[in-house]
């Protein structure tokens, strides 16, 4: 069995977290699939593959498409440990404060009243 799995990492735009998580994962083993070149700040989402079970290598590719992302099959992986308070940023919604992406996520479920 491969020490490599299928992941997938929502990046949005925050580069300094694509760094973290892109040196993370080259500690892992991971290498960029055939010579990928990573436009940093085009990279909204990072995921990873193996080529069979029994791989022996991991690589990396990005994408710029939240589509993309979402029919990956890759197990999502939550990165928000790797975020630093400063670079989230906070919303007021009556007396209450809230990292805006944790919001967001939890509003997708809730249909707006149109």
């Not at 490599?4 to 977290?17: H, R, S, T, V, Y």
């Amino acid at each position: 069995m491969s020490k490599f799995k299928e992941m997938k990492f929502w990046i949005g735009d925050d580069p300094k977290l694509s760094e973290r998580v892109q040196k993370m994962l080259f500690e892992m083993g991971y290498e960029w699939f055939q010579g990928d070149v990573v436009r940093k700040e085009e990279a909204l989402c990072l995921m990873t593959v193996m080529q069979e079970d029994t791989s022996s290598e991991g690589f990396i590719y990005w994408n710029d498409n939240e589509l993309s992302f979402e029919e990956n099959l890759g197990e999502e992986i939550n990165i928000d440990w790797l975020r630093t308070p400063k670079e989230r940023k906070i919303v007021t919604v009556g007396d209450q404060k809230y990292y805006e992406d944790e919001l967001a996520d939890a509003l997708k479920g809730i249909k707006p009243i149109n």
